[in-house]
């Protein structure tokens, strides 16, 4: 009987107002942030004060570090990622490719790979402004893709119309200024976003040489084993994100949630600007030489005197279960709750906002915070709660839990970008939400579904803080057993590793584009 | 959302939910360890073999330090999933008997091994172990100029802004701090600290870092552990080892040490496996590895390129009191310190 009247509901309640839609997406962002809260509470009712000296040294550090990268990416990726959305180039398909590769290496193997290049050149040590701007390079790897993918998606938004008559009136100078304008807001969040990342990543630093907070954060954790002092300064780092992010989120996310909502455009072709297209070449060519093919060179370099294939091979074969189990768990549970919240948040402008604020809001915060919260749950609750938060499935719903911001994004896009014209003929015609969701959205979206499964599986398995703290013992992936041998093993052997990983990203890259495509 | 919920979905989903829920039904037993993998691994895989027992290994990392497995430790207290520490020194055994994590066990295989080298009341054992030895590059310091005591490292102008230690929050460098505050009292020991920041010193990552520096030649010398010196000995690096203050304080010795944690899911093959690396077997394959691990054990060889414990000069340390020291030092001295120095 309850099936029956399950099977009655309209299809058009995916697009009229609900209590439904609040509810599902406070829960989602309260899902997201649950585990951190019982940390977040030890730290607020704790009496000592973290701020000593080092620490606001290491918080002027990140502040240093999190703006370089911010200001530079959003100077290099924007102009980037507008070339390459407005004007076709050689080698277009392939240089795109190249880009994103550093989006799916944890950081710590670019920094490993530009502390070898600092070797070659000497520079191994020198002050704190050498050790700065190795770490502003290194987290400027991911930064700078992210930002040049964020403008180029949101610059291929402009309707033909639009770009032709700004070209007809000013030429391609004037239409550049415009569109760099157009698609300012879009650009300057995801540089935002990437600055922010940088506080809650201890990797580069510390292997560079300029530490900032995260890496106090370590040090309260894993030295002085002291719980209460870790959990307040990851509170600081927290209130400090949320200063930036806030106001950020409020300003910026209705321009985005503006952009994200589909539009019936007429897109502009791509131009054939013989000019314009080399320097594209040019500038694309430059950043992928800068951010992947020199921090590669790093890391191939002890290769060069032996390459242990065999031996790097027997540690893949290993991690490689692990690995894809997390990624996989963590692509389906992530996808499956992007798309209930895109369905929830709809085509209404605040809830739009609230999720588009709450995604943001997750995608801050440091990712160990979740996970340690999960570690004191697993050990709070009763063994039978095991298979649930002690388990591969615990790490895969923690790293589904940190990257849902990405597959929501990709899901409120898809769902943008359907009529709400066919949900509402369907309601006429008497069809059940079940009949609309298996005929019409589900294909709909299913290659946004497939593509965010695809992001999320690559950047969870290219992340390594959640799944240190969480593995099950004997429960490696490919990237934390690299982390874990990287300062005793052989040089060599740390590189194979490394270069199999990159090699592995970049096959299920090109393979997930072609599915993609396909679909 | 039924197009998800075809049967075919459903069968995946109950694959991944079984993949990724499932524990193995085989005899296992759980071994967390701040030993390096590729030196575990394989005492591990030959524990495997002889007992049929698998053995799931959860190790540390150096450099990076962020797992914070013993952090892990503690917030398991309550229901381990470990049943075996095995630290690489005996510092964080021993915090684990003051937080109430480890249980006593004094493994039958432990009689021939020195007294001195574990905890009195049992609640840990030590077996082979590493020294901290200076290693100096021998293009820039000639065999007969070596520094011969770490406090050279912190007076000598010749070594000024040459010398790299690791950072001394973290590892056996921490242990070699607070063992230097133990054995000189506060005093001297934060004055040799401050010599060395006045002296230059440059605070690296770890002491693998330690050892390529000083490989490459970015620093002349640098304190680091005896598995690191055999390393850069092994990649031809000109490199040469100091066992120092060998007429003064002596040289620090670093036993391993095993724990068997309280409560732990499978404490008798925790039991097992710690006896089996109180074997000769186990000290014979730390001393032939990569690792040259100086074995405790009477019988068993020394790696030739190493000097034999019983040659050294040993730092007389109370292993006991380290950790107390440490917590204090790792809140506040040592810690302001690596602020100061984290360049």
Known sequence: ?519 | MSFLLTRRAALIAFLIVQGVTTASAAPEVVVYTSVDDVFARPIAEQFTKKTGIQVRLVPDTEETKSTGLLNRMIAEKSRPQADVFWSGDPVRAEVLKLKGIASIYKSPNAAELPKEYSDPEGYWTGFSARVRVILYNTTQIAKDQAPESIFDLASSPGLRGKVCIANPLFGTTSMQAAALFVALGDEPARNYFEGLSRNGVKMVSSNGEVRRRVGEGDCAAGIADSDDANEVVKDKKPVGIVYPDESGIGTLIVPNATVLVAHGPNPDNGKKFIDFLLTPETERALAESDAAQLPLLPNVPTPPQLRAIGTLHPMHVDYGKLALKLDDLSRGYLREWATKNNR
Not at chain 1, 4 to 13: A, H
């Open chain 1, 1 to 519: 009987m309850g099936n029956e009247e399950q099977q009655m509901i309209s299809c058009d309640v995916l697009e009229k107002p609900g209590w439904w839609r609040e509810i599902s997406l406070v829960t989602i962002i309260f899902l997201s942030l649950g585990p951190a809260l019982p940390l977040l509470w030890v730290a607020v009712t704790e009496a000592s004060s973290p701020l000593t000296g080092g620490f606001a040294l290491a918080v002027w550090r990140s502040f240093v570090v999190a703006t370089a990268v911010t200001g530079l990416s959003l100077l290099a990726g924007l102009p980037a990622g507008l070339l390459s959305a407005m004007y076709d180039f050689p080698g277009r398909r392939i240089l795109l490719a190249l880009l994103a590769i550093p989006l799916l290496v944890p950081s710590f193997l670019w920094a490993i790979g530009l502390s070898q290049v600092r070797i070659v050149l000497g520079l191994q040590s020198g002050g704190p402004w050498l050790g700065a701007i190795s770490t502003v390079f290194a987290f400027l790897a991911p930064a700078l893709p992210l930002v040049a993918y964020m403008t180029l998606v949101s610059a291929r938004r402009l309707s033909k119309g639009q770009v032709d008559a700004v070209r007809l009136v000013g030429g391609e100078r004037l239409l550049f200024v415009y569109a760099a304008r157009a698609v300012l807001p879009s650009a300057l969040l995801a540089a935002i976003l990437a600055g922010i990342l940088t506080l809650s990543d201890p990797g580069p630093g510390q292997i560079l040489g300029y530490s900032g907070i995260a890496y106090e954060i370590l040090v309260s954790f894993s030295a002085s084993y002291d719980f209460a002092l870790a959990a307040q300064q990851c509170a600081v780092l927290t209130g400090l994100v949320l200063v930036v992010a806030v106001p950020v989120a409020i300003f910026i996310a209705p321009r985005v949630a503006v952009e994200i909502l589909g539009r019936e455009i007429n897109l502009a072709p791509l131009a054939r600007n013989a000019c314009a297209s080399w320097i594209t070449v040019g500038v694309l060519s430059c950043i992928v030489l800068l951010t992947t093919l020199l921090p590669l060179t790093g890391i191939v370099r002890p290769l060069f005197g032996e390459f242990p294939v065999a031996r790097a091979f027997g540690e893949i074969s290993r991690t490689i279960r692990d690995t894809l189990l997390y990624a996989l768990t963590a692509g389906v549970i992530a996808t499956a709750m992007g798309i209930w919240m895109a369905l929830a948040a709809g085509r209404e402008r605040q809830l739009r906002r609230l999720a588009l604020v709450g995604v943001f809001l997750v995608l801050s915060l440091p990712p160990s915070l979740n996970a340690l919260g999960m570690v004191e749950l697993g050990t709070i609750a009763p063994a039978w709660l095991d298979p649930l938060l002690r388990s591969r499935f615990t790490v895969g719903l923690a790293l589904a839990l940190r990257f849902l911001p990405v597959a929501a994004v990709l899901a409120m896009r898809s769902f943008g970008s359907t009529s709400p014209s066919q949900c509402l003929v369907g309601a006429v015609h008497g069809v059940t939400l079940s009949q609309f969701l298996h005929r019409v959205l589900g294909p709909a979206m299913l290659p946004a579904a497939v593509t965010a499964c695809m992001v999320v599986a690559l950047e969870a398995t290219a992340e390594v803080g959640t799944v240190l703290l969480l593995r099950p013992p004997g429960a490696d992936s490919i990237p934390v057993q690299i982390f874990t041998v990287m300062a005793n093993a052989p040089e060599a052997l740390v590189a194979a590793l490394c270069i199999f990983y990159v090699a592995g990203a970049a096959l299920l890259l090109t393979l997930g584009w072609i599915l993609a495509a396909r679909i």
